[in-house]
């Protein structure tokens, strides 16, 4: 079976294992889900999971732990990752926060909390390329992705990018894993 890690130092962590486990029962794969809190673990790991939560936070902790090149040789082998909201802001280019060490595996630059007070939280349907039907966007104190480079738009709210794609990683300012819909998992890890 895959083995599958959620970067768990912080975050939406077991709705991430739980996303995981049901995207991978939906394409027929047997998984074994760790959460990742120290270093070592995620060089055992088929697939990845960024969360969403607390940037600052999740990645002081992924560098102290020695997690964070771990996390660059997996996406340098060319395995998935996908990483939402908080995760997004881990793994972009440049994240415009000095608080915030990106690891730069989506060539996106993005600014934190930039959706504004009255949409602090606030859910949309998302036509999102290579689903069929919309997507139910959940945005929680989301960054907007104002600069993209090399990476692919896969989805757009309000003519801004909120879904992005760049080889094995996929990243989201929004978050599949609070929704019981499991596409965003499946397209990250099987497409
Ligand atoms: N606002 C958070 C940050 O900048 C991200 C919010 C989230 O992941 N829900 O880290």
Do not use: Y
Request: hydrophobic residues 45%; contains cysteine.
């Amino acid at each position: 079976s895959l083995i599958a890690g959620v970067v768990g130092v912080q975050g939406n962590v077991s709705e991430h294992a739980t996303a995981i486990e049901r995207a991978c029962e939906a394409r027929g794969e047997g998984v074994i889900v760790h959460e990742i809190r120290t270093a070592g673990v995620v060089p055992e790991c088929d697939l990845l999971a960024m969360p969403g939560g607390e940037s600052t936070t999740i990645s002081r902790l992924v560098h102290r732990e020695g997690i964070a090149e771990e996390i660059v040789d997996h996406v340098d082998a060319g395995k998935p990752l996908l990483a939402t909201c908080a995760g997004l802001i881990v793994a972009a280019a440049d994240a415009q926060d000095d608080r915030v060490e990106t690891l730069n595996l989506l060539d996106v630059h993005v600014e934190r909390n930039a959706f504004g007070r009255q949409k602090d939280s606030f859910e949309a349907p998302l036509e999102v390329a290579g689903l069929e039907e919309p997507f139910p966007g959940v945005f929680i104190r989301a960054p907007v992705i104002d600069r993209v480079g090399d990476a692919t738009v896969l989805a757009e709210w309000e003519g801004r990018p909120v879904a992005v794609q760049q080889g094995s990683v996929v990243g989201t300012s929004f978050h599949p894993e609070l929704t019981q819909d499991n596409r965003i998992h499946e397209l990250a890890f099987f497409e």
